[in-house]
Every structure is written in structure tokens, then in C-alpha cells.
């Protein structure tokens, strides 16, 4: 951005040119670091705080992280990681191959406008009202239970399509598909159709093609959708606590019941949990992609 | 189809029959993506059918719509503790609207100037890599345990702003990266003033862009909870009252599914026409 005009660019003493956003920058970066990372540093540190009668006691302890460590609620942090990557896993399989045909396949610019538009809107829908229709359709009296017994496929109702794991992983398919196709559709588009072509011109067939050209090229936006899928689902905390029915306890659970039970601290270092796993995992990914870009620019070495 | 089955049809077959096989394959394939897709947009879509059904129904929570029933609507009608959080919303959401479009747009075009926006981006873009849950519950310990601040709708909007902007500032950026800096030169060179240069020529060019930011953040800050849910102080907002509704009482269930029905009634159509708009004028510009 902005190289283009860099030789048409004039002294740097006019700046008229940059009116009125000259202060924007500095005043904008300042304000806005206050505002969204301060209260992360603040959260993490607060971890090591604690609370004696509803006043915090400025005294660094590990008492809350040791409490964490003995308690049960390492469980709750690998439920919470295990059904985040489960969920990210699938979730990825869904949308790649359907990103690919959107991007490469469909040829009618209307239904790929339609589909867009489809996969935006869910971005502006009310979550809790969204959730609660699912126990409507799985509940033991519900219109999967309702259905089955009528048609005689069943003899008693299913008990446990409603309140349990399956429910909650089921209603988190529909909520961050949208998350994990975006991303990969828009590196998909931006991949020339001639590398296509000439993979097949030269004797690569479809999955030759997808394994040598197209995965290594698209490899930022399959990142990017792994990145924005992990991130809600976390700390997600509407989807467990409306269709786990309590069996289900996550992260987002967690903080939410420690901040009503005025146990700050303790949400606090669930907060930094939550930071912590996904700053690690996003290292990984990165970590990961750094590895792949051997490939990348191999075949861009080839390409000369 | 396997690797090995696609080898055979490579080496037996000649290229004309290799050329159909490769095409009956990609077919198939393209089925399958299509197939899965489609479930999943069905998963997000279903529901929300479910939802406007069962709004009818006598007992939204039972599997069966019959008998069918206005009983909700007319709860909706008596029962009016919901038109409050409904106008907050509303009137919250307007101001981060115009605020992330003022915002946005300022930043944006200072990013275009910029030799490396590449920070000032990624610091912008840094909400996206926070969990909504967990930037509610460090705002809150912030504001309220660490400053000991009353929270209400200013937090709110604090919470909602953080949220809506960048995505706001990427509706300006798509725009905004394509702006020609020479116009203002030229403009300059004819003799107008800063004003001038930015109002008449800056300001129309970016428009969709802006239009657009302002879109979404309405959307985005109408319908958040997480980041909201915890600084709301005494202050109610339509998704607090409807998770409120939803997660503790039973028996409000049914007036959630009507009055979810005939919200959704009124925004679906405005939302899916503006992103037609947005997505044509940013096709145009």
C-alpha cells in the first residue's frame, strides 16, 4: 500500500497533505492500545491478585493459579480444547471443499453473490435466539425425537441428542462455518487460473493439482480460517450453556459463573488461559506455515 | 476416488478418455463440496425456519407445531419489557455506527499514507484475535474492579466500538486502498483548499466504503452479547434481554421465539439488501 505513489509523492513539509489525519495516527494507536490491550494486561495480571472482602488486595500471590492447578478445572480446560480443535477440524472440512468449488467451480456470478451473502449474514444474527431453536429440535419431545417415533424408526426417543456433548458440538457447526470459509475463499480467488491450467497442461492430475499448487497458495487463508474459528470457539459460552444442559463445562462457563460468584481472580486466570492457549496455538499454526513456505517458494523457484 | 485409482486412469487411458475420466472425478467432487456446504448453510438456516414455525406453535419447546396458536404475539403485545432494550439498541448502535465510520475513515485514510501501516493495522486488527467473552471480562475488571467505575451504556458502547471498528476499518481500507493520492495533488494544484480536497474529492470517492463501515458496525454492535454481557451495569440491551430471557426462564421461551421472529422479520430483508449494495458498489469501485 502506498508504493504506488511513492514517486509522485511531494515533500514531506506539505503537510496539508495529511490533514486532518496527521494526529490520527499517533492520538488513534495511543487510545486504541488503551483501550483493547490494556485490559488484557490488566486481566493477566490480575490473575495474581486476590480478593479479601469484596476489595482487591494489591499483593502478587499464586494462590488463585495453585487453587486452579488443584481443582478440577484442568478438565474443563482440555474439554474446552479438545471440542474447540474437534469443532475447528470439521469445520475445515466442510468449508475447503466447498470454498474450492465456490472460487473455482461455480460459474454463475449471482449464486456466488447469493452464497456470499448467505454466509454473511449469520455475522448479524442474535446468538442466544439462534441456539435455543436447537433444543426445540433435539429435546426429547422435539421435532428429531417427533419424527423418528412417527415414522416407527424408533421406539423411544433419543435422550441424548439434547443436553450433552453431541448437542453442543452439533450447534457450533452452524454458527463458525461462516468463520472458516471466508478466509479460505478469499485465497482461493486470488490464485490465477493459469497455474491451474498449466498444472493440468503439464500432466498433474485434479489431486496433484490441489496438493502441489493449490494448498501450498492458499495455505494463509486456510491459517487465517483456523485462526478465526479457534478464537470464539475458546471461549465460547452460549452454545454450552444453552444445549449442554450442565454436563458440559467449558471455559467460557467457567469465567462467566467465577465473575457471578465474585470470584474475579479466578476469572481472571481463566481470562489468561484462554489468551495463553490461543497465543500458543497461533504460534504453532505460524510455526507450521513457516515450515510449508519451503514449499511455496520451491515451486516458486520452479515457476522461473 | 483415491491417488492410485487416478495413476491407473493416467497411464492406461489416452488422453481424450483421460480428459473425461479427470472431469467425471472433478464432477463427483464438486458434488461433494457442494453437498457439504449446503448441509452446513442448512444448519444455519433450518433453525431460523424452525424458529419462525415454532413462534406459532403452543409450546415452542415441544417438536410439534400443532395446535397453532398468535397466543406468543399477543404476550409480545402485553407484555412490553422488551421495547426498551429494543430503543437502547437501536439508538446505542446508531452512535457506534457514526463513530466507527468518523473513525475508520480517519484511520484508514492515514493508513493509505503511511510507508508501513503493517502495526498500526495489526494493532488495529487485534479484537479479532480476542475471544468477545474474554474482552468483556477484562474490560469489566478494568473498569469496574481496577477504576471503580458505575458502568452503563458508556461501557457498553466501549465494548461494542472495540468490536465493530475493525471491521469497519477493512470496509474503508478495501476502498481506501485503491485511492489515487494524485487526485488531491491535482486538486491542490487548481487551488483548493484541505477542506476542499478532502469534502469534495476524498469523501465521495470513499463513500461506499464508509456507507458500508457503517452498516456493519450497526449490524455488529445490534446484535452483541459477549463483549456486552459483563459492563452492562443496570443497563439492558435486545441480545442481553434476549439471553437473559433465554438462559434463566423457561417460561419466557415462547415470547423469545415470537419476538426473535418478528426482529428477524424486519432485519433479515434490511440486512441481506444492504450487503447487496455493499457488495456491488465495492464491485464497481
Redesign the interface.
Known amino acids: 500500500?502506498?508504493t504506488a505513489?511513492d514517486e509522485?509523492r511531494?515533500p514531506a513539509s506539505r503537510l496539508?497533505?495529511?490533514?486532518?489525519?496527521g494526529l490520527?495516527?499517533p492520538a488513534?494507536?495511543i487510545s486504541?492500545?488503551i483501550?483493547?490491550?490494556?485490559?488484557?494486561v490488566?486481566?493477566v495480571a490480575?490473575s495474581f491478585l486476590q480478593m479479601k472482602s469484596y476489595r482487591?488486595v494489591y499483593e502478587p500471590t499464586l494462590a488463585t493459579w495453585t487453587n486452579i492447578i488443584v481443582s478440577e478445572r484442568w478438565f474443563t480446560v482440555v474439554r474446552t480444547l479438545r471440542i474447540a480443535l474437534t469443532i475447528t477440524a470439521i469445520e475445515l472440512?466442510?468449508?475447503f471443499?466447498?470454498?474450492?468449488?465456490?472460487a473455482k467451480?461455480c460459474r454463475s456470478k449471482s449464486l456466488k453473490?447469493m452464497?456470499?451473502?448467505?454466509?454473511?449474514?449469520?455475522?448479524?444474527?442474535?446468538?442466544?435466539?439462534?441456539i435455543?431453536?436447537?433444543?426445540?429440535?433435539l429435546?426429547v419431545?422435539?421435532?428429531?425425537?417427533?419424527?423418528l417415533l412417527n415414522l416407527g424408526l424408533i421406539d423411544a426417543p433419543i435422550q441424548w441428542l439434547l443436553y450433552s456433548e453431541f448437542a453442543v458440538h452439533?450447534g457450533m457447526?452452524?454458527?463458525y462455518?461462516?468463520a472458516m470459509?471466508f478466509p479460505i475463499f478469499t485465497s482461493l480467488v486470488l490464485i490465477d487460473d493459469e497455474y491451474i491450467h498449466a498444472s493440468g497442461d503439464l500432466?498433474g492430475?485434479?489431486?496433484q493439482t490441489l496438493r502441489y499448487i493449490i494448498l501450498p497458495l492458499a495455505m494463509p487463508g486456510i491459517v487465517a480460517g483456523i485462526?478465526?474459528t479457534l478464537?470464539?470457539l475458546?471461549?465460547a459460552?452460549?452454545e454450552p450453556?444453552?444445549l449442554g444442559g450442565g454436563f458440559v463445562n467449558l471455559l467460557?462457563d467457567s469465567?462467566?459463573s467465577a465473575?457471578q460468584e465474585l470470584k474475579?481472580p479466578t476469572?481472571?486466570a481463566l481470562?489468561t488461559i484462554?489468551?495463553v492457549a490461543?497465543g500458543v496455538l497461533?504460534v504453532v499454526l505460524v510455526k507450521l506455515i513457516g515450515r510449508r513456505e519451503g514449499n511455496t517458494s520451491l515451486f516458486q523457484v520452479v515457476q522461473r | 476416488m483415491t491417488?492410485a485409482a487416478?495413476?491407473t486412469?493416467?497411464r492406461n487411458a489416452d488422453p481424450a478418455m483421460r480428459r473425461v475420466h479427470?472431469r467425471d472425478?472433478?464432477r463427483t467432487?464438486?458434488r461433494?463440496?457442494?453437498l457439504?456446504?449446503g448441509?452446513?448453510?442448512a444448519?444455519?438456516?433450518l433453525?431460523?425456519l424452525?424458529?419462525a414455525v415454532?413462534s406459532f406453535a403452543r409450546n415452542?419447546?415441544?417438536?410439534?407445531p400443532m395446535p397453532l396458536t398468535t397466543m406468543h404475539y399477543q404476550a409480545i403485545l402485553n407484555d412490553v419489557r422488551w421495547v426498551k432494550p429494543l430503543l437502547t439498541s437501536i439508538a446505542l448502535s446508531a452512535i457506534v455506527a457514526l463513530v466507527c465510520m468518523i473513525?475508520a475513515t480517519?484511520?484508514a485514510?492515514?493508513?493509505?499514507?503511511?510507508?508501513k501501516?503493517g502495526v498500526?493495522l495489526l494493532?488495529?486488527l487485534?479484537?479479532?484475535?480476542?475471544?468477545?467473552?474474554?474482552?468483556g471480562?477484562?474490560?469489566?475488571?478494568?473498569?469496574r474492579?481496577?477504576m471503580n467505575l458505575t458502568l452503563g451504556l458508556w461501557s457498553i458502547f466501549?465494548a461494542q466500538f472495540?468490536w465493530a471498528f475493525p471491521f469497519a476499518l477493512l470496509m474503508v481500507l478495501i476502498v481506501a486502498?485503491r485511492f489515487?493520492?494524485?487526485l488531491?495533488?491535482a486538486a491542490?494544484d487548481l487551488g483548493a483548499t484541505?477542506w476542499q480536497r478532502?469534502w469534495d474529492i476524498e469523501v465521495p470517492l470513499l463513500r461506499p466504503g464508509i456507507i458500508g463501515a457503517g452498516i456493519f458496525a450497526f449490524?455488529?454492535s445490534?446484535?452483541e452479547?459477549?463483549r456486552s454481557l459483563?459492563v452492562r451495569g443496570q443497563d439492558t440491551t435486545?441480545?442481553i434481554y434476549?439471553?437473559i430471557m433465554?438462559?434463566s426462564q423457561q417460561s419466557q421461551?415462547p415470547i423469545?421465539?415470537a419476538l426473535?421472529t418478528l426482529?428477524?422479520f424486519v432485519?433479515?430483508p434490511i440486512?441481506?439488501a444492504s450487503?447487496?449494495y455493499v457488495?456491488v458498489k465495492l464491485d464497481k469501485s
Do not use: C, K
Open positions: 500500500m502506498g505513489q509522485t511531494r496539508a497533505d495529511y490533514w486532518p489525519s490520527a495516527v488513534f494507536m486504541w492500545s483501550l483493547v490491550l490494556l485490559p488484557i490488566i486481566i490480575f482487591v472440512l466442510l468449508a471443499p466447498f470454498a474450492l468449488w465456490m467451480r453473490a452464497i456470499v451473502t448467505l454466509l454473511t449474514i449469520p455475522f448479524f444474527l442474535d446468538m442466544s435466539s439462534r435455543i431453536v436447537w433444543r426445540s429440535i429435546d419431545n422435539g421435532g428429531i425425537n417427533s419424527l452439533f457447526i452452524g454458527s462455518f461462516p470459509v500432466g492430475n485434479p489431486l485462526i478465526f478464537v470464539p475458546m471461549a459460552f452460549v450453556r444453552m467460557g469465567i462467566n465473575l474475579y476469572a481472571a481470562s484462554v489468551i490461543l497461533m | 491417488a487416478i495413476d486412469d493416467n479427470v472425478h472433478l467432487a464438486s461433494i463440496a457442494v457439504l456446504g448441509g452446513a448453510l444448519l444455519i438456516y433453525p431460523l424452525w424458529l415454532m415452542p419447546l415441544s417438536g410439534i473513525a480517519l484511520v485514510r492515514a493508513a493509505i499514507r503511511m510507508r501501516p498500526m494493532v488495529s487485534a479484537p479479532l484475535f480476542i475471544p468477545g467473552l474474554t474482552m471480562a477484562a474490560l469489566f475488571i478494568s473498569l474492579m481496577l466501549l472495540i486502498s489515487d493520492t494524485r488531491l495533488h491542490e484541505p478532502f449490524l455488529l445490534f446484535n452479547l459477549l459483563f435486545m441480545p434476549n439471553w433465554a438462559a421461551v423469545i421465539f426473535t426482529v428477524l432485519t433479515l440486512t441481506a450487503f447487496w457488495f
